[in-house]
């Protein structure tokens, strides 16, 4: 409509260049957006997995399920935060930085090990060792954002072990 408008009052139209340049421009969130949908997903991924740990408490084997389900919903909330904050085609590409290979694909084999586990081979204690593993490795991704973070780790567990 806007386009019969323009070409009724004689004005030229914009090059292709121009809409492409609006839509990206439309598409974009501001900083503040941005920050509002970081903390949001990552509260619900946490709460998510605060409420994991009530389900078990459940007395069957279906606590356990759950519990697995909810703690993987969780961490992958929480995880998707992150392209909030830097955008989605750019954190896609720090995930696969030669630094973060191996812990990104560690935490996505792990993420759907756990789900594996938790609904169709419905076992738990599979499950549990899993979501451990969620937990190691999503710890050690998110420091490889934090300079020198990982070799401090690292010493301090080998000389704890030593």
Do not use: H
């Not at 937990?135 to 490889?144: E, I, K, Q, V």
């Not at 954002?145 to 070799?151: S, V």
């Amino acid at each position: 409509m806007d386009k019969l408008k323009r070409v009724l009052r004689g004005e030229e139209e914009e090059d292709e260049e121009d809409i492409i340049t609006k839509v990206y421009n439309g598409s974009t969130l501001s900083w503040s957006t941005r920050l509002k949908g970081f903390i949001g997903c990552f509260v619900i991924g946490c709460t998510m997995s605060i409420l994991s740990t009530l389900m078990l408490l459940l007395p069957s084997k279906k606590g356990l399920q759950i519990f697995a389900l909810f703690y993987t919903i969780g961490n992958l909330a929480a995880f998707g935060s992150t392209f909030f904050l830097m955008g989605p085609v750019r954190q896609l590409k720090n995930m696969f930085k030669p630094t973060r290979i191996i812990a990104t694909i560690l935490v996505i084999l792990l993420l759907g090990l756990t789900l594996c586990a938790a609904l169709w081979w419905k076992n738990s204690g599979l499950a549990i060792i899993f979501c451990i593993g969620q937990f190691l490795a999503l710890t050690w991704y998110s420091l490889s954002y934090i300079p020198y973070a990982r070799d401090a780790v690292t010493k301090c567990c080998t000389s704890c072990v030593a």
